[in-house]
């Protein structure tokens, strides 16, 4: 997460808080595997605090003694957090859209924004050459486009974060609209249930061109897509496919 968070907070002049939950679940008080474990954590959060720095952000560091995800939501509070960073490393390789267990705490109890990253998927929105595992060095992900999927709910819709961070950084925005496509075989055989797809689709793309042109009255460089099938397969597969592209 460490290089997405250091573009965005050079591109904004924001500060960032960089917090590591030493969980004291199952020591018998401050025993010295603990106390090892939180020193080797304070010695990593003030290498990544320096690399920051470096760059001209600025660092800070807190830590606790509670379930991750109570100090992660405390701390951000605290602290005056307008947006959460983490990286997850999930808890079912197969399925590709679940969340490991504190982020999917995080995400769906968190106030703020929360950006999430997979470590094992950032390469192909970074470039594979450019992902280091090491903290040596930080890398440029070179970030050019904000995907923001739309179901047409005014929730969705509620994105003035992506558009700051698309005016600020000058990043072009992928407005997308997935339509739940019928059956192949029902749209061949009956013409009422075709005519209903193409509306649906032109209902949709409609939809993503009225708030193209609000965002790009704004200033903005802004694109839509409309797929049809299942929402998150889909969006994920768009942005896995044209990210090079984009």
């Not at 474990?37 to 959060?45: G, N, S, T």
């Not at 029902?186 to 061109?209: C, F, K, P, S, T």
Request: glycine share 10%.
């Amino acid at each position: 997460i460490i290089p997405f968070v250091a573009r965005i907070a050079a591109g904004l002049g924001i500060r960032v808080v960089l917090l590591t939950v030493v969980h004291m679940k199952g020591f018998a008080g401050r025993s010295g595997l603990y106390d090892m474990m939180e020193r080797e954590a304070l010695e990593r959060l003030e290498r990544i605090k320096r690399l920051l720095r470096d760059g001209g952000r600025d660092g800070g560091r807190g830590n606790g003694a509670w379930g991750a995800r109570r100090v992660i939501l405390a701390v951000a509070a605290d602290t005056g957090c307008d947006l959460i960073a983490m990286a997850t490393r999930g808890n079912a390789p197969s399925d590709r859209t679940v969340l490991g267990s504190v982020t999917d705490e995080v995400v769906h109890l968190a106030r703020l924004p929360v950006l999430v990253v997979s470590p094992d998927r950032a390469g192909m929105y970074a470039g594979q050459g450019k992902v280091s595992k090491a903290l040596g060095r930080l890398f440029d992900p070179e970030l050019t486009t904000i995907l923001v999927p739309l179901d047409g709910s005014d929730l969705a819709e509620k994105v003035p974060l992506a558009e700051n961070i698309s005016r600020r950084l000058g990043l072009r925005i992928i407005l997308a609209r997935v339509v739940w496509r019928l059956p192949d075989s029902a749209i061949e055989r009956d013409d009422q249930v075709a005519q209903q797809q193409a509306q649906n689709e032109r209902e949709g793309g409609l939809y993503l061109e009225s708030i193209a042109e609000r965002l790009a009255a704004g200033g903005l460089d802004v694109r839509t897509q409309l797929l049809t099938g299942r929402a998150a397969n889909g969006i994920i597969d768009m942005a896995t496919r044209h990210a090079r592209e984009w």
